[in-house]
């Protein structure tokens, strides 16, 4: 009742602000309950489990770890940068069509276009049997690079992360001035030396932040690396958990993907504080487009057009192929239930997130100050956290709990209580929010923007209200950005998989855990069903993010 007169009418002087607090600190808390949990269990765990682990598996966790943030890095650098400077300075045919569909492959998970280029590529599949076909060559006559390897799960990573150093990257681009190229190319350097010595570095803040966003899905991804064989530090903790049974094992490999993303988050922090550029001719003066004709235009075509092609179109294709010849029914009775509990996991994580991003960015906003931006930087931290680390952290102390609450009404009632957090969606619910709390974050304060300082101004001056001028006048203006953070943050769940594979309940399956499953069966044509479900799911997004790349 407390809550709900804040909304409905103003609140006691006093009571809001502090309401505000306890709102925001309330999120932030819960952010930052995993990893706590994590590097508890991990440091009382005792060191018998961390030494077979140094002896065993842990250097070839952190080799493959850390050989993987490399190459998908250097991919994602490559094409996204590449691909952005070419449709932002250059005009060529297509770059128009280009700026768009170079977004598409953000709507596939890796895990999805690893099953589509294993039924393709793999010895079976039909370029390896259109190639014996043609020349007679037996299976052991020729060398075919091998899709399930680390090099194959890089590929996979690359091509679905690199639109997000593409979008960045492009803004960079678009929003530099024409004068320092300019004057470069005045000097007498070529477009492509001006570009490397001028543009590159201007935009390197932006591109960076873009690179760190790939390396952090590289470091969470489980599905891809899991269904190739490659063992990382996201393979190690579900073997731990599950296979295993090592709970300490698994909370102390956490610990250490964690360390190595909160690091990584750090750094990139440091490097953008440090990297400021101010060009007072900014907006002044565009750069003309460099106009390319024959060899080169091809060129432009051909790199912009390999992602679209390798990360959107073939997959799409073969999904479709394999979806044909498989026995999958969308419309049985446990497909249904596959869908909906997809459905509703991943609409109530939007809704419940979207709730705590408007609590802590409003809070930042109504109340700014050091105790505000605290709590909205721990509340960001999820997104450097893996889904495996997080569903780790949070099944140590509710496991806990839940086990400690049975035996005392066990022994007090002789009644069994069983599991009543740890085998609930809702505890699934909250590894959500933890883990996609920053995306929406990230879209209310984008739309938070356009609310001027004098509308709140206003709306104070006639007796209103913080919790007030939020119904009133805030959420009102901020319709399509919240929309957008619902919608985002609905995919993404759709979307994952590793947090839904260790903290599902049991015999709640998903359309991500479906397709896991038939894939890890060798039943690839089956789980292009459901991949073809999420994927379909994830253009949503995308195609918003199409139309806003569309307009200048």
């Known amino acids: ?23 925001g600190w309330t999120v932030a808390l819960i952010c930052l309950l995993p990893m706590l949990a994590v590097a508890l269990a991990a440091l009382t765990g005792g060191t018998d489990t961390l030494t077979h682990l140094l002896s065993t598996v842990l250097w070839r966790y952190t080799g493959n770890t850390i050989l993987l943030v490399v190459l998908v890095s250097t991919g994602t650098f490559a094409i996204g940068v590449g691909a952005a400077w070419l449709v932002t300075m250059t005009r060529f045919p297509g770059a128009r069509l280009f700026e ?5 492959p953000l709507a596939f998970p890796a895990y999805v276009l690893a099953y589509a280029y294993t039924h393709i590529l793999d010895h079976p599949g039909i370029v390896q049997t259109t190639l014996r076909d043609v020349t007679g060559w037996g299976p052991r006559d020729y060398w075919f690079p091998e899709i399930r390897s680390l090099g194959g799960a890089a590929a996979m990573l690359v091509l679905v992360l690199y639109p997000y150093v593409y979008l ?13 190229f300019m004057a470069a190319r005045a000097l007498g350097s070529r477009p492509l030396v001006a570009f490397f010595r001028v543009s590159l570095p201007l935009a390197r803040p932006a591109i960076a932040a873009g690179v760190l966003l790939a390396v952090m899905e590289t470091i969470a991804d489980f599905g891809t690396v899991a269904y190739f064989g490659v063992q990382t530090f996201a393979t190690g903790i579900y073997t731990s958990w599950f296979s295993l049974g090592d709970r300490a094992g698994a909370a102390q490999l956490a610990l250490c993907l ?23 001719s900014r907006g002044q003066r565009h750069h003309p487009p460099l106009k390319l004709t024959g060899w080169s235009a091809g060129a432009a075509i051909t790199l912009c057009g390999i992602p679209v092609l390798f990360g959107a179109l073939f997959p799409i294709i073969a999904l479709f192929n394999m979806g044909l010849g498989s026995e999958q029914v969308l419309t049985s009775t446990r497909y249904l239930g596959f869908i909906r509990n997809s459905l509703v996991l991943a609409s109530t994580a939007a809704v419940l997130t979207l709730g705590a991003a408007i609590a802590v960015g409003y809070y930042m906003r109504s109340r700014p100050g050091r105790s505000s931006t605290t709590a909205a930087y721990i509340a ?16 140590v102390p509710f496991a806990a709990f839940d086990n400690a609450l049975d035996a005392w009404m066990r022994a007090t009632f002789d009644i069994s209580t069983g599991l009543l957090i740890t085998g609930s969606i809702w505890l699934l619910v909250f590894a959500y929010m933890v883990r996609f709390l920053a995306a929406a974050l990230g879209a209310y304060e984008g739309g938070q923007a356009l609310v001027h300082a004098n509308m709140d101004a206003a709306s104070r001056s006639l007796g209103k209200g913080p919790f007030a001028t939020l119904r009133r006048v805030h959420l009102p203006i901020l319709t399509p950005s919240l929309l957008t953070a619902l919608l985002i943050v609905f995919v993404d769940v759709m979307k994952e998989l590793p947090a839904t594979l260790i903290m599902r309940p049991f015999n709640y399956d998903t359309l991500a855990v479906q397709a896991y499953r038939l894939a890890s069966d060798e039943r690839l044509n089956g789980a292009a069903v459901p991949s073809l479900v999420i994927v379909a799911v994830g253009l949503l997004p995308v195609i918003l993010i199409c139309r806003q790349v569309g307009r200048r």
């Open 258 to 280: 964690l360390s190595f993303a909160l690091l990584l988050a750090i750094l990139e922090r440091m490097q953008r504080g440090q990297a400021k550029y101010h060009d007072p």
């Open 380 to 395: 960001r931290l999820g997104y450097a956290v893996p889904g495996g680390v997080i569903a780790v952290g949070l099944l």
């Open 100 to 104: 768009i569909a170079l977004v598409l």
């Open 1 to 23: 009742m407390a809550l709900t007169s804040f909304f409905q009418s103003d609140a006691p002087k006093g009571a809001a602000p502090r309401a505000l607090s306890i709102m």
């Open 168 to 180: 960045l990257s492009r803004a960079a681009f678009l929003q530099q001035s024409g004068s320092t």
